[in-house]
């Protein structure tokens, strides 16, 4: 017996698996709900928030919750439009982005993000807070200014063992993510490159490249974000 | 009683600055400072950054020429990284930046000449400010502007394919460049559409050099004669003398054209070339230490280059050279509006350079990076536009960059600035307790010939505001005069 349930997105009829998560399910469908903590393939968290939609009526975030039959989900409307530009938004005034000299641009999610959302000036004051670099791993650099506590790489870049080799220190404004000092020789050069694609901006960096991709061949240097899985419509 | 006149700002320069004159009692002219109050700090923060990142981090130093910081910045990784200087990179490596670099090259030039300097050649030193700007050149010499709008267009359309954006673009990286020219930019540029086109462009630069020769004819005694005083001259030389504005070897000529500083390598600046800090300025006062802080300054850009250099290593420019240098019998020119006749030469060699490239099939090359031993210290040098740049870093065993010395070219022709102030200030203020337009706009016309980037396009649109003041001995101010 098929497992396949509809809802509905925007008005749209859609169909999917029962249970499956509600971002999966909208992309299968070919429409775009916005992620960035989130990796496919790697169990939810829910962190950033940019998934959130209307579900039923109620705001939740797409990434955590599982799909049910007979959903109305509302995603793109001026509200949820306005809630994901102001976490947007938080993103940046809580960091130091200074993208035109940021190796990251053009590959960069949140910067991507923000241009989709048409963010011009953040309607925060921006808190220019002192977070520093790290620059004392002979493989990668991680720059702390740009770092959106995301938790990809800590959930993504594993030893042998399955022991995350990034980890979080401190709490509060100080909650940093650094190179576990234990596991630091784990990060082989084929992890690095991985924790620096993983990291959905510019915050930890590969040593000595960058810029190597010409402007005009960068990710969202021709296409929105999200293009891509408009384009499964 | 001895007064002190303030101009403030100083205009059509990037940035801002201004002018004070001292005089006494009689109304002589005791002393004149050109004060460069802009402070950027790009030598600060850029320490602690990844060294990778510089040429685009520093490159926003600058909205007019960042190409020649962009280039400097990863000439002097390239020796961090190990690929060595000049030759060192592959040749798609070292031909694009060179094309990135002409173009530069031609739309800075063209854009000081059309823009700035265009409607004071049409309308007059004196010519009414409401019309002497590049909209006045718009109306009344339509072919002209739109020369110059065009020329500059086709500048940037060179930064674009090479840098991947027509400002701030990030082609250079520590030992190479991260793209080729594709056939289909190659073709673009080469036959583009009239007038977009290398071929057009070689013979509209000849054609704004003639328009200059005319007018210098007319004028001979301005031209000549306008803020004109002696000094040595420095800029880089290829090694075999040959103009070239992006690697060579730094050498410097003493106002009879002695060698003062004989090709040397730019590795070794620092034995040679010392920086004096004053305590009006933020800007330095580089000098040869062999001469001293008095005797050392020197001139940089484009009269410079043609007072160090032997020979253009293209035909058309070339021939203009020789004109212009059996004008002074082979000697140093040190005529100061001569600048913009030396300029038009280089607009004219820039163009010829670029069309020489496009030609060239090793811009199709795939080998595009070249890295070896890293080293912990690099310098790199070029000919901005406005004159030799120099651009210093070390870095730590993280691969941050701990230390920036920059010497921009600006900053190289401090003190032949302060000397045309000075020239202009004795001129018309001597004898004269009023402050006069002309003395104004005489003011602006010496520095404009150095095409100091402190500069803003300000007058490009048709203002001008500057401010004069005048102190008595005491500091208090007795008059002032705003425009
Ligand atoms: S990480 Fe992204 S948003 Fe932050 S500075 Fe870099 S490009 Fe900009």
Redesign the pocket.
């Known amino acids: 017996m098929s497992n396949k349930i509809k809802f509905k997105i925007d008005g749209v009829t859609c169909e999917a698996e029962k249970g499956q998560y509600i971002v999966d399910a909208a992309w299968e469908n070919g429409i775009y709900i916005p992620t960035l903590c989130n990796i496919p393939g790697i169990k939810p968290q829910g962190s950033c928030r940019i998934c959130t939609v209307n579900i039923n009526g109620r705001p939740m975030t797409a990434c955590t919750t599982p799909l049910l039959d007979g959903m109305e989900i509302e995603n793109d409307i001026p509200e949820i439009r306005e809630i994901r530009k102001a976490i947007i938004e938080s993103l940046?005034v809580e960091?130091n982005?200074?993208?035109p000299a940021?190796e990251?641009?053009g590959n960069?999610m949140?910067?991507a993000l923000?241009y989709r959302f048409q963010m011009m000036a953040p309607r925060f004051p921006y808190s220019f807070p002192v977070k520093g670099v790290d620059a004392s791993h002979p493989k990668i650099i991680k720059d702390q200014n740009?770092c959106i506590l995301c938790k990809r790489c800590i959930k993504s870049i594993k030893d042998e063992d399955g022991k995350s080799i990034f980890a979080f220190y401190g709490r509060g404004h100080k909650l940093r993510v650094h190179v576990d000092p234990e596991l630091a020789d784990k990060l082989t050069d084929e992890l690095a490159q991985k924790a620096m694609d993983v990291c959905p901006?510019?915050?930890i960096l590969v040593k000595e490249k960058g810029f190597d991709v010409p402007i005009g061949k960068r990710a969202y240097d021709n296409v929105p974000i999200g293009s891509d899985i408009e384009g499964n419509k | 009683m001895s007064r002190k006149i303030t101009i403030e700002p100083v205009t059509r320069v990037e940035g801002h600055g201004k002018v004070t004159i001292h005089i006494d009692h009689e109304g002589k002219v005791t002393q004149t400072r050109l004060h460069i109050v802009e402070f950027r700090g790009f030598e600060r923060f850029v320490q602690g950054r990844p060294y990778w990142e510089a040429p685009v981090l520093v490159q926003r130093l600058c909205g007019i020429c960042p190409v020649s910081h962009h280039l400097a910045a990863a000439k002097a990784l390239d020796v961090i990284v190990g690929a060595g200087t000049g030759d060192g990179l592959t040749p798609t490596g070292e031909k694009m930046r060179r094309l990135m670099h002409y173009g530069q090259f031609f739309q800075s030039h063209v854009l000081h000449f059309f823009h700035l300097v265009s409607p004071d050649l049409l309308f007059g030193v004196d010519g009414d400010p409401a019309i002497r700007n590049i909209i006045g050149v718009a109306m009344k010499h339509k072919d002209l502007a739109v020369q110059g709008v065009m020329m500059r267009k086709f500048g940037q359309e060179v930064i674009k394919v090479t840098a991947g954006k027509k400002i701030h673009g990030t082609g250079a990286i520590p030992g190479g460049i991260n793209k080729n020219l594709s056939i289909e930019e190659r073709d673009f540029l080469l036959k583009g559409d009239d007038p977009l086109n290398a071929e057009k462009m070689v013979e509209w630069a000849q054609g704004a050099l003639d328009f200059f020769k005319g007018y210098h004819k007319a004028n001979k005694d301005f031209i000549d004669n306008f803020s004109r005083f002696p000094s040595s001259s420095m800029s880089l030389v290829r090694e075999d003398g040959a103009l070239d504005i992006y690697h060579g070897l730094l050498r410097a000529v003493d106002a009879d054209g002695k060698k003062i500083l004989n090709d040397i390598d730019c590795q070794d600046y620092l034995k040679y070339v010392g920086e004096e800090v004053k305590n009006w300025s933020y800007m330095k006062f580089p000098y040869l230490l062999a001469l001293g802080e008095t005797n050392g300054w020197y001139r940089v850009g484009p009269l410079a280059r043609l007072n160090t250099c032997d020979f253009i290593p293209s035909p058309l420019a070339q021939k203009e050279f020789e004109i212009f240098k059996a004008y002074t019998n082979g000697k140093p020119n040190d005529m100061c509006m001569h600048y913009h006749w030396a300029r038009l030469i280089e607009t004219l060699h820039a163009a010829e350079m670029i069309r020489e490239l496009l030609n060239d099939s090793d811009l199709q090359g795939d080998d595009l990076v070249t890295k070896g031993t890293k080293q912990k210290e690099g310098v790199g040098l070029l000919e901005a536009p406005r004159g030799t740049l120099f651009h210093h870093y070390r870095i730590n065993d993280d691969d941050q960059i701990e230390m920036a010395n920059l010497i921009v070219s600006t900053t190289n022709n401090n003190i032949p600035m302060n000397n045309a102030v000075n020239y202009v200030a004795t001129r018309e203020m001597t004898g004269n307790h009023e402050i006069t337009e002309g003395m104004m706009n005489a003011v602006e016309v010496a520095i404009r010939a150095y095409d100091p980037c402190l500069s803003c396009a300000t007058h490009a649109m048709g203002k001008m505001p500057l401010e004069i003041k005048l102190y008595d001995e005491n500091d208090n101010l007795i008059s002032k005069k705003f425009k």
Do not use: P
Request: hydrophobic share 30%; net charge positive.
């Open positions: 940046f960091g982005h200074f993208c940021c990251k641009s960069c949140l910067q923000a740009r901006v510019g915050s």
